[in-house]
């Protein structure tokens, strides 16, 4: 049971790294700051974010997505074909997001995440994954005045987020994640989506992951994701009670990332509550197929409680491998 | 006809900015930030007037953020530290940690006030209660119905209180109402409690939404008049309304808040235009998309000029 978070971390910390990223933006949107400027706050964070994982006791980690204000934003901002346009609402939450649109054929001209990846990597010991969208997602987050057909728009983000894994993975990236948040909502097109991810995974030579999380997922959907050429399914235990009763049903053949603690709310969870989940989740996957994790990303929360769920998810985690080394 | 109105916050001042920023830091006595809130909203009262608004409001120059307004005069209710709406925007979002109730009026004390400064009508605001949950932690309820039926309560007695001190327009904003599909007949049954028994005219903004899901809705929706964004949407919205039988009143956002462009009074005559053929002229209450306050004073007054001369032109040619 590898102890890992899905993504973000929140990008301020009042009671710990400050708030000096509000203003360093702020200035430097008024241009009153060189983008190297910013770039070294950007790495400060990201340095201090790194540390409170690994203070927190998670062992697999991410660089926090301190530079990103959205999922999608970072991808199209960098992909020729995209115009970056206005405020849409972030799936089922108050946080907003820049809906893109899409002109013409994406082409990827360059490496997109490779230095931010590189940087987070020197910055710890322990391994970091490459958290990236899925095609599926960056599609429905996206506004299409070109394909028209979700298909051909599909394989077509599939090909350039393919290329990046690529890259990542070259680089030495020992795990790329894929984001997949829209499939909880409305009803995806399965056939399209599994060959899209399948294209995106295709000859990526590292432990490739695919993390749903909000909405609720049907059994369809989640058989279907087993047939995904990913080593790891992520799923969101919280956002939907029924998910559990949906999980027992499938005959689960990879990797399980079980988000199990609640990113969207305060409430912390206990160790009881956690280990309970835990012993019925473990009669569907094993132990050892399995890591743990919030279930999303860390910055909806503010940062004194991202701190303690983290937290209470390794001591969770600890507690449980102690009670399983005596009893099993 | 054709009455124009905001929808609620408009921009502080850069004097009322520092100082809210100086009282956080201990800065300056609580009582000098009231003195310029005070200043900022008589400004305001005197800037819509000026400009030919006819529905006021008060500006909400002492409220932060909708929500966190409540939260921070019902009981029941703790500070959180910041969070990130979008870009690079924060808030903080109030973690509900035990029974929610009220102390006191919570907007009553201010809008008595902007309404003493003028003759014309200035609306009650006040934020719904599904909104104020979906906007909050929760600690304290078991599920988040309970929460927002108990919100709904809390919010109707002001709305009460708003009522009986002679407001004669009460707005619920509920930007959120339509964030979560299954849960949109709580969010309605919420706003029922809290419009049950009035006899102001009440209104309910609603941005930011997944419209198709609403549209079958807004018929049945327990208000007055519903007021939209369509400035953002290119006007789309029309299209919805043209197909169905709407007899409420609408509010009809004719500019956009999340932008620094002033439209021209041609373009937004145009839009008016556009939507009388959609709805009949008594139906229309122009305003713009949301609240401004994202906007410097500057940009906001000149989209209220926008909107007030393009009214004006529009109702005069109606009026032969």
Known sequence: MITTVVGSFPKVAESGYGTTLIGAISRWQRQELSDAELEQVFQEITRAVIKEQEQAGIELLTDGQIRWEDLVTPLARKVEGYEINGLNRFFDNNVYYRRPILHRTPVRTSPIFLGEYLFARGCTSRPVKVVLPGPY?????SEDRYYKHERPFLRSIAKILNEE???????????IQF????????????????????????????????LTYFGRLSREILDALQRCHVDVIGVDMVSDPKAIAVLKRVKWTKELALGCLDARNTKLESVTELHALFD????????????????????????????????????????????????? | MLLTTSV???????????????????????????????????????????????????????????????AEHLDGFKESGLVRSYGNRYYRKPIIVDRVRRRQPVTLGWWQFAQGLTQRPVKGMLTGPYTIMDWSFN?????????TLALACVIHEEALDLERAGAQYIQIDEPAVSTRLDEIDL???????????????????????????????????????????????????????????????????????????????????????????????EQVFVDPDCGLKTRTPEEAKAKLRVIAEASRVVRDELCG
Not at chain 2, 209 to 238: M, S, Y
Request: charged share 25%.
């Open chain 1, 179 to 210: 984001d997949e948040p829209a499939l909880g909502f409305g009803r995806p097109p399965l056939r399209e989506v599994v060959e899209a991810i399948n294209m995106t995974t295709s000859g990526v030579k590292a432990k490739t992951a695919l």
């Open chain 2, 139 to 147: 600690e304290h309820y078991p599920s988040r119905r309970a929460t």
């Open chain 2, 8 to 70: 609620g916050s408009l921009p502080k001042p850069d004097y009322l900015n520092k100082a809210r920023s100086q009282v956080r830091k201990g800065e300056l006595d609580p009582a000098q930030l009231r003195k310029l809130e005070e200043q900022a909203t008589r400004e305001w009262i005197g800037t819509q007037e000026e400009l030919g608004i006819d529905i006021l409001v008060d500006g909400e120059q002492y409220r932060g953020d909708m929500v966190a307004f409540f």
């Open chain 1, 280 to 328: 019925v989740v473990r009669k569907v996957v094993p132990v050892d197929r399995l890591s743990v994790n919030p279930n999303c990303g860390l910055e909806f929360l503010p940062f004194e409680q991202a701190s303690q769920k983290l937290k209470r998810l390794v001591e969770a985690v600890r507690t449980y491998r102690n009670f399983a080394t005596q009893n099993f």
């Open chain 2, 187 to 281: 969010a309605i049954e919420a706003l029922g409690i809290v419009t049950k028994g009035l006899r102001a005219k009440t209104i309910t903004h609603i941005c930011y939404g997944n419209f198709q899901a609403l549209a079958p809705k807004l018929t049945t929706l327990p208000v007055n008049q519903i007021d939209l964004e369509f400035a953002n949407r290119n006007f789309e919205l029309l299209d919805t309304f043209r197909r169905m039988r709407f007899t409420k009143e609408i509010g009809l956002g004719v500019v956009d808040v999340h932008s620094h462009r002033i439209e021209s009074t041609e373009e937004v005559i145009a839009n008016l235009k556009a939507a009388l053929k959609v709805f009949k002229p």
């Open chain 1, 137 to 141: 997602t960056v599609v429905a987050l």
């Open chain 1, 165 to 175: 894994a690529r890259t990542l993975a070259q680089a030495g990236a020992l795990m």
